[in-house]
Nanobody
Framework: QVQLVESGGGSVQSGGSLRLSCEVPRINMRRYDIGWFRQAPGKGREGVSCITGNGWINYKDSVRGRFTLSRDTSKNTVYLQMNSLNPEDSGVYYC??????????????????WGQGTQVTVSS
């Protein structure tokens, strides 16, 4: 069973920053696509960023240049540094994982494993 443990959500004002963490113990991260999805109230889930086992990273257009995804394989942890946050970034952020060795990860595809979610609230 793949377990994803998220942390780092919170409330900030517009323009502020947050860093989300996702620990995924007991897996070989180089065999997984791992990413972040989010869901705002009344809206569907959308992919924000992902990383392949080989380290290729993808971003949703609206966060590119503001968000940075990184990985520490020694800690089995993926990080999402979020800068210049705006109210449209608010929502529940989920860490996701899929056991596949993609050359490029997708923000629209299926991910089999989901974390419990962490709330991000950005006020104007």
């Amino acid at each position: 069973q793949v377990q994803l443990v998220e942390s780092g959500g919170g409330s900030v004002q517009s323009g502020g920053s947050l860093r989300l963490s996702c620990e995924v113990p007991r897996i070989n991260m180089r065999r997984y696509d791992i990413g972040w999805f989010r869901q705002a109230p009344g809206k569907g889930r959308e992919g924000v960023s992902c990383i392949t086992g080989n380290g290729w990273i993808n971003y949703k257009d609206s966060v590119r240049g503001r968000f940075t995804l990184s990985r520490d394989t020694s800690k089995n942890t993926v990080y999402l540094q979020m800068n210049s946050l705006n109210p449209e970034d608010s929502g529940v952020y989920y860490c996701v994982a899929a056991n596949r060795q993609s050359s490029q990860c997708t923000l629209n595809g299926r991910y089999d494993h989901w974390g419990q979610g962490t709330q991000v609230t950005v006020s104007s």
